[in-house]
């Protein structure tokens, strides 16, 4: 099984991006997806969670900017990212938990700069 990102890129202060995350070769059923983002000498940090239903967790630096949806048929997760601050920059990884396992995706880079 394996996820596979995109959407990563250089974006301005005030602007836009969506990420998404595909995956293949899980059989069984999502029960979480969610993103993540690290930058260099921090912990890598929950950014947004989707659990069972519409149950969403957002980290409180993103609240009211970034969403958080999911394709069930696609077995795909996006995050749509608005009004990115400088602060955002960081590589943004997919997470998804099935039956017992975890998956992730390579990471995306997000880079917020004018």
């Known amino acids: 099984a394996q996820l596979m990102e995109s959407g990563g890129g250089l974006v301005q202060p005030g602007g836009s991006l969506r990420l998404s995350c595909a995956a293949s070769?899980?059989?069984?059923?999502?029960?979480?997806m969610a993103w993540y983002r690290q930058t260099p000498g921090k912990q890598r940090e929950l950014v947004a969670r989707l659990s069972v239903g519409t149950i969403t967790t957002y980290v409180d630096s993103v609240k009211g900017r970034f969403t958080i949806s999911r394709d069930n048929a696609k077995n795909a997760v996006y995050l749509q990212m608005n009004n990115l601050k400088p602060d955002d920059t960081a590589v943004y990884y997919c997470y998804m938990a099935s039956s017992g396992l975890t998956y992730w995706g390579q990471g995306t880079q997000v880079t917020v700069s004018s």
């Open positions: 070769g899980i059989t069984f059923s999502i029960y979480v």
